[in-house]
């Protein structure tokens, strides 16, 4: 089936320094892709998202490109903040229902210190 | 605008009792999801309403778990009776449509405790 999987945490960085948070999917068909975060105590919120190959979503510094050739969605930015610590997760809309259902992966905590 | 509201925040039951969740969606949002969150892990689709009706109740384990969106508007999920494997977080979210782009917006979750 269907499937998103992301790099385990968690990831502990300095501020200022450089993040990325890997995402590989599988999937049937041609699937919307997101980058979902949830802060301490809230929902999940969307961050990015990108509907198409080669789109590249953004949004507060972070950005991922969406790449069919080698099916990943990688998530980036350039200088982390204490306030970016969070749980990130990367997510498809699945192809096999249309796009309706999202699959989750399993999310990437990540602490900056200052 | 207010955001997608749960309750209760948190849940202390034993096991074999009965417990409900409550969600209210974000106003004029037609499609409410809930999802299952086990710890360290993402989240799972239980049920997806369009308005009032259930279009996806593929993942509910119908045993012992109902749900119902009277009016298309605020929901309720039910567990009865309740296992110790129930606890996790419950998660309400709500698009504006359905549709493979669609943003989702969710609720801060009801973290249920079975002992």
């Known amino acids: 089936g269907n499937s998103v999987t992301q790099m385990e945490g968690p990831v502990t960085l300095s501020e200022e320094a450089f993040l990325t948070i890997n995402c590989t999917y599988t999937a049937t068909g041609y699937p919307s892709l997101f980058w979902y975060v949830q802060y301490p105590g809230e929902g999940l919120q969307l961050l990015l998202k990108a509907t198409k190959a080669d789109d590249k979503g953004s949004n507060k510094g972070f950005e991922a490109t969406y790449r069919k050739e080698t099916t990943s969605f990688h998530l980036e930015k350039g200088s982390v903040q204490v306030s970016d610590s969070a749980v990130y997760f990367c997510a498809l809309s699945d192809p096999d229902t249309g796009g309706f259902k999202t699959i989750f992966g399993a999310g990437t905590r990540l602490f900056v210190k200052a | 605008e207010a955001g997608v509201v749960q309750s209760p925040r948190y849940k202390i039951i034993e096991k074999k009792q009965p417990v409900a969740f409550w969600c209210n969606p974000i106003?004029?949002?037609?499609?409410l999801y809930w999802y299952l969150q086990n710890l360290g892990q993402g989240p799972e689709l239980l049920i997806r309403?369009?308005?009032?009706?259930?279009?996806?109740d593929s993942q509910l384990p119908k045993d012992r778990f109902s749900a119902e969106r009277l009016k298309g508007v605020d929901s309720t999920l039910k567990i009865q009776p309740a296992e110790l494997g129930d606890s996790a977080v419950y998660l309400c979210a709500s698009s504006l449509v359905s549709s493979r782009s669609n943003e989702q917006f969710f609720g801060p979750g009801t973290r249920l405790t079975v002992l």
């Open positions: 106003s004029g949002h037609n499609t």
């Open positions: 309403y369009e308005n009032e009706e259930a279009v996806d």
